[in-house]
């Protein structure tokens, strides 16, 4: 899987491919992982230890600490691959590397987006990112 | 890449939480493929609502530092002004003010709005500002002509305390050209008039127009609300950042200094908007009203008239909220004309984002297609949309009131 890192990390697991962008903010409770946003395709589905797979990330900026606090507690995806590069998305994981080290959730772009949507699952290694 | 000063607050010259600061900065830049960051004169901060401990530990993490430009704070989780309308509990009420007292101590303003360009700040046409927010972001770029990435949690402190930001996205000439252009033109020209279709009309851009840049033609006139309404739903259902209302919007004098010859047009009909009508009231049930919400991005001065107009003087049956910002409320001075009826003025927050409405009353109605969007998953309620006029007459009856002919 050919990565280009925006937060660097590693992680592993089966993918969780979404069918449409996703807000965390009112799109994923962070005290269980779910999408709880009503009106995506995949209400209700679990997001944590999942390679999550996305197009891009969507709608409102307080999306970054969403994905802190899902971080932060535990709930979040084990990695988030996208189609291209989400500043929000980069910034909740960022900010959680700061502040919980032991803690990090990789987010990359896939170089070939429709290939990583067909993936049960990925491994993200920063070192290597042609494997 | 760096300037001087950008490496010394980055290697910790100016202190630990400048450098932070400047991490947050320099991996954003990283991220947007930014080749050098640029001076920003004012900063919107959102991280003060409060999101999970998170944002408490961000917060902390930065005590001591201090802002370097104007900045205020968007809404908070909080109603300091009515602070009995919050059910959250003690303990999530001790960490949201916190997180509030963080910031303030951090120097910027108390101002608790989403809308801070309504009676506090106007920036300038071409000023570089680092604004949260994603109603607020869309209305600077858009209606008033100044720059501002679409900035979230963290980076809106991060750019706040160093004064810089990366050099990317809507802050540059080449990202504020049109990539898709939206022709209204076939509507009536009376529907063009009401608040409901531009929300509607939001709503259909934001979900279309995935990363471009959308520009609108076919549209005379608009009211700053408008737009505001416009900005606010395409930044809900999309990732809107600008738009651009051909003869309206400031950098769009023409279609093509905005567009490109080439730009795809998607010509909005009738049935869109219904269609989009459609999908936000999908899940409500209309026959069980709670609540009704107004005020969504914070109402100005002029919608609180309109509101008050629209009662005529009615009490009201079922609860309705209007939301707004402390500053426009004070300048307005009307408040006991609308609580004298029994509308809940809201301030400092909004029914959407904090626990205010008891989930087990039923659902809501709104004319803010943000609300409807998040309410489902913030706060457990679902939406019906109307008008501002149908979501008062619903109010005053204590049941559901549509007049589908008077906006589409």
Redesign the interface.
């Known amino acids: 899987m050919d990565l280009t890192f925006l937060v660097s990390g590693h992680a592993s697991g089966p993918t969780l491919v979404l069918d449409q962008p996703l807000s965390f903010w009112g799109g994923v409770d962070p005290a269980t992982g779910t999408i709880i946003d009503a009106a995506h395709p995949q209400l209700g589905v679990a997001i944590t230890g999942r390679i999550l797979v996305m197009p891009s990330g969507r709608g409102s900026s307080s999306a970054s600490s969403v994905l802190a606090e899902c971080i932060r507690s535990g709930t979040a995806p084990a990695g988030i691959v996208l189609g291209e590069a989400d500043p929000i998305v980069a910034l909740g994981a960022l900010v959680a590397k700061e502040l919980y080290p032991d803690r990090v959730c990789p987010v990359a772009v896939a170089a070939d987006y429709p290939a990583a949507t067909r993936t049960e699952s990925i491994t993200m290694d920063p070192n290597h990112t042609n494997g | 890449m760096l300037s001087d000063a950008d490496q010394a607050m980055l290697h910790g010259e100016t202190g630990p939480h400048v450098a932070?600061a400047m991490?947050?900065v320099t991996?954003?830049a990283?991220?947007?493929?930014a080749r050098f960051l640029l001076d920003i004169s004012r900063a919107h901060i959102?991280?003060c609502?409060y999101?999970?401990?998170?944002?408490l530990?961000?917060a902390n993490?930065l005590s001591g530092v201090q802002v370097t430009v104007p900045t205020t704070l968007n809404v908070s989780s909080l109603d300091l002004l009515h602070p009995d309308l919050i059910q959250s509990t003690p303990e999530t009420q001790r960490r949201a003010r916190a997180l509030m007292d963080a910031y303030t101590s951090m120097g910027a303003q108390p101002t608790w709005t989403c809308a801070p360009y309504q009676a506090l700040v106007r920036p300038a046409f071409g000023e570089q500002i680092a604004w949260?927010?994603?109603s607020a972001?869309v209305f600077a770029n858009s209606v008033l002509g100044a720059r501002t990435?679409?900035?979230?949690?963290?980076?809106d402190a991060a750019a706040a305390i160093t004064g810089r930001a990366p050099a990317a996205?809507l802050h540059l000439d080449e990202n504020r050209q049109a990539g898709v252009v939206f022709d209204v033109a076939a509507l009536s020209t009376d529907l063009k008039k009401r608040d409901a279709f531009f929300a509607m009309l939001g709503l259909i851009i934001g979900s279309r127009s995935g990363?471009r840049v959308p520009a609108v033609v076919g549209i005379d006139e608009a009211t700053e609300d408008q737009l505001k309404t416009l900005g606010a739903a395409a930044?809900?259902?999309?990732?809107v950042g600008l738009f651009h209302v051909v003869g309206v919007t400031p950098e769009a004098l023409t279609l093509r200094d905005v567009a490109p010859a080439d730009s795809p047009i998607v010509e909005v009909d009738g049935e869109m908007l219904r269609i989009a009508r459609q999908?936000v009231n999908a899940?409500a049930d209309s026959s069980r009203l709670g609540s009704v919400h107004l005020g969504t991005p914070h109402y100005s001065s002029n919608q609180l008239d309109a509101v008050l107009a629209a009662l005529a003087r009615r009490a009201v049956k079922l609860n309705l909220y209007v939301s707004t910002g402390r500053d426009v409320l004070v300048r307005w001075g009307k408040a006991d004309l609308l609580t004298e009826l029994g509308v809940t003025i809201v301030t400092d927050t909004c029914t959407y984002v904090t626990s205010i409405v008891d989930p087990t009353t039923g659902s809501a109605m709104t004319d803010s297609a943000k609300w409807a969007?998040?309410a489902?998953?913030?706060i457990g309620v679902?939406a019906l949309f109307g008008s501002m006029e149908e979501c008062v007459e619903t109010a005053v009856a204590g049941h559901l009131v549509e007049r589908n002919d008077q906006w589409i």
């Open positions: 932070l991490r947050i991996g954003l990283a991220a947007s493929s959102d991280g609502l999101n999970g401990q998170a944002s530990d961000f993490r949260a927010e994603s972001v990435d679409r900035y979230g949690d963290f980076i996205g990363k930044a809900s259902s999309g990732s999908q899940g969007y998040y489902p998953g913030n679902r």
